[in-house]
């Protein structure tokens, strides 16, 4: 198991961009895909983007795909998530989760270490 921060998170305007970063400690030795999700004020938590302990695959939900970017450093332990021309629907607590597996899966139950979150607000 590994223990995650999240970081980058803050308000910004409609259009704008933020670069989240997690960083990982602890039990870092292992394989482990990684993943970002956010939950907004009464909705459930859902998966945005994923990738893969290679990196060679990601996964991005519809509403995010072709602005939102997942990448890693796995010598660094490091996952970022470029996220550009922000909508006020992103507004969200962005948490990071890491997955046991070298591959990613779209489920929320398999990733089994999370991160506290990052709040992302996005005004109009």
């Known amino acids: 198991q590994v223990q995650l921060v999240e970081s980058g998170g803050g308000l910004v305007q409609a259009g704008g961009s933020l670069r989240l970063s997690c960083a990982a400690s602890?039990?870092?030795?292992?394989?482990?895909?990684m993943a970002w999700f956010r939950q907004a004020p009464g909705k459930e938590r859902e998966l945005v983007a994923a990738i893969s302990w290679s990196g060679g695959s990601t996964y991005y939900v519809d509403s995010v795909k072709g602005r939102f970017t997942i990448s890693r450093d796995n010598a660094k332990n490091t996952v970022p998530l470029q996220i550009n021309s922000l909508k006020p629907e992103d507004t969200a607590v962005y948490y990071c989760?890491?997955?046991?597996?070298?591959?990613?899966?779209?489920?929320?139950?398999?990733?089994?270490?999370w991160g506290q979150g990052t709040q992302v607000t996005v005004s109009s």
């Open positions: 602890g039990r870092t030795f292992g394989v482990y895909a």
């Open positions: 989760a890491a997955s046991s597996s070298s591959h990613y899966s779209i489920r929320r139950s398999d990733y089994d270490a």
